[in-house]
């Protein structure tokens, strides 16, 4: 049971220094007292991972958070890059590299 928790960690861990430091779309990457304003989002998106959901479905979850939700404006090359590195961060946690 304790490697299915270190794996919820982990994936955690590293999705949320994704939206820091590729995602960002309030921009408090650089604002160590807003260092959790994603993290609300990290759940739901890890959840998207481990159902093995596609590129397009993980950009269009985003796609919402950034522009429905949080009311921005959105930038859909960024937010497309995001999703192809939360789909590579997947690979990389399922082959231990």
Not at 4 to 12: A, F, I, K, T
Not at 18 to 30: M, S
Not at 35 to 56: C, F, P, R, W
Not at 60 to 88: F, K, P, S, Y
Request: aromatic residues 10%; charged residues 30%.
């Amino acid at each position: 049971m304790s490697d299915y928790v270190d794996r919820g960690r982990r994936y955690h861990a590293a999705i949320r220094r994704i939206f820091l430091k590729h995602w960002d779309p309030v921009g408090v990457a650089d604002v160590p007292e807003a260092q959790d304003e994603y993290d609300s989002y990290v759940g739901e998106i890890y959840a998207m991972l481990i159902s093995h959901k596609t590129k397009n479905e993980v950009f269009d979850a985003l796609w919402w958070i950034e522009t429905e939700h949080m009311g921005l404006c959105g930038n859909r090359q960024q937010t497309d890059h995001v999703a192809e590195r939360l789909i590579q961060l997947r690979s990389e946690m399922e082959t231990g590299c």
